[in-house]
Structures are given as structure tokens and as C-alpha cells.
Nanobody, 115 residues
Framework: QVQLVESGGGLVQPGGSLRLSCEASGIIFSIYAMAWYRQAPGKQREFVASITSGESTNYANSAKGRFTISRDNARNTVYLQMNSLKPEDTAVYYC?????????WGQGTQVTVSS
């Protein structure tokens, strides 16, 4: 059974930082491309960042220069380091694992940026 479990969300002030984690089980983690998406209230889910099995990374324009995605294959975990957070980063953040035609999602972790 495939499971993706996100953690690390919470309430942070504007300008602050958070590190999200997503631990995977039930998959051969190292061969999967991993990504983070987010969904704000009343909006569609949107891409944030991705990392391939070869550790090539890609970022949404809104994340470039502030967010860093990384992975630790020994821990079956992907991370999203988020710095200089803004109120508009408030959303539920979801982890995604993808290889070939298969795609899996986590349940999400809430990030709220507010003073």
C-alpha cells in the first residue's frame, strides 16, 4: 500500500520559514519523480516544485528564489524548504509521487502565513 505522509506545516509570520517533509512508503522511492503542489481556499491546486529521480529540479515562478526542493532516498523523504514566506503562500501543501503512468498523493499539510 502506497502512503505519502506530509508534515512540517503550521502557522508562521510573513518573512518566516518552514520545512515540509513527505515520507513515502510502499514504493521504490528512488525511481519516482517527487513534487509539491498547493491549494489555497477557493483556488485550484497548483504546482510548486518538483525533483526527478536524477535530482533535477523545477520551480513555479512564485517559488523561485524562496523555496528549495530536495530528496533523501535513504529516508524515502522529499523536503520543501520555504523561506521568505508571504501571506499568499497560505495553502494546503500536497506531496506527489509519479513514475510512468502512476501518480500518488498525500493528504496534505496546512501552511498559514499570517501576522
Amino acid at each position: 500500500q502506497v502512503q505519502l505522509v506530509e508534515s512540517g506545516g503550521g502557522l508562521v509570520q510573513p518573512g518566516g520559514s518552514l520545512r515540509l517533509s513527505c515520507e513515502a512508503s510502499g514504493i521504490i522511492f528512488s525511481i519516482y519523480a517527487m513534487a509539491w503542489y498547493r491549494q489555497a481556499p477557493g483556488k485550484q491546486r497548483e504546482f510548486v516544485a518538483s525533483i526527478t529521480s536524477g535530482e533535477s529540479t523545477n520551480y513555479a515562478n512564485s517559488a523561485k528564489g524562496r523555496f528549495t526542493i530536495s530528496r533523501d532516498n535513504a529516508r524515502n523523504t522529499v523536503y520543501l524548504q520555504m523561506n521568505s514566506l508571504k501571506p499568499e503562500d497560505t495553502a494546503v501543501y500536497y506531496c506527489n509521487a509519479r513514475v510512468g503512468g502512476g501518480s500518488y498523493w498525500g493528504q496534505g499539510t496546512q501552511v498559514t502565513v499570517s501576522s
